[in-house]
């Protein structure tokens, strides 16, 4: 079920591409309240709260969409859903450079290690940068869902945003481990001990 959720928002956009260029919004719509309508019914039958809770964020940014799209036939209102997304996640992360800690800090500490100073200003930042990044990548795709074709709309939220969402990442990635050599066990701790061996083992 979490994989099929997971697969089914990474190919949004080319679904919503497709079954706004050969069925038309009204069937669109109709389809993804059925599809949100078994999930829910499956969720429930577990009686699991952390399912249910799970789906609560995707029926209502669907259902801010669908329920308009079905009355007015009207396809445009599926393209924002990415805005919403974004949108969300820039509410998520900007609230821990409130309360802290830094979503970024947090996402550090999974594995039990100790953070210095530095570094958890260091995550700080980060996570300001994906506000950032949330903030304008929201701003293009409204910009795109507005005055753009469904094509480019398609192109750029089912494609081009995951690359540079996957740039950015990488980017903080090699830099972070370049400046902390944080080795805490992670899969990725291999390779990047051969690139940057930890400080003082030579």
């Known amino acids: 079920m979490k994989l099929l959720q997971i697969l089914t928002g990474i190919s949004y956009p080319f679904l919503v591409y497709a079954g706004l260029t050969r069925a038309g ?51 445009q209102f599926f393209l924002f859903v990415p805005v919403l997304v974004n949108a969300v996640l820039l509410i998520a992360f900007g609230r821990t450079l409130v309360n802290g800690p830094s979503m970024a800090e947090s996402f550090a500490r999974l594995r039990g290690r100790q953070l210095p100073t530095d570094e958890i200003a260091y995550c700080r930042t980060v996570t300001v940068v994906w506000c950032l990044f949330f903030a304008l990548n929201g701003g ?9 074709s469904l094509a480019w709309w398609t192109l750029y939220t089912g494609l081009l945003a995951y690359l540079l969402i996957g740039a950015l990442f990488a980017t903080e990635m090699v830099y972070r481990y370049w400046r902390f050599r944080p080795y805490d066990g ?5 390779l990047f001990r051969r690139i940057f061996p930890p400080r003082g083992s030579g």
């Open 186 to 190: 992670s899969v990725t701790d291999p």
């Open 25 to 75: 919004p009204r069937t669109v719509a109709v389809t993804l309240a059925v599809v949100l309508v078994l999930q829910a019914t499956l969720t429930w039958s577990r009686r699991s709260p952390a399912l249910v809770s799970g789906l609560l964020v995707p029926a209502a940014v669907l259902g801010v969409v669908v329920i308009p799209a079905a009355l007015f036939d009207e396809g």
């Open 140 to 148: 293009f795709t409204l910009w795109l869902a507005l005055y753009r």
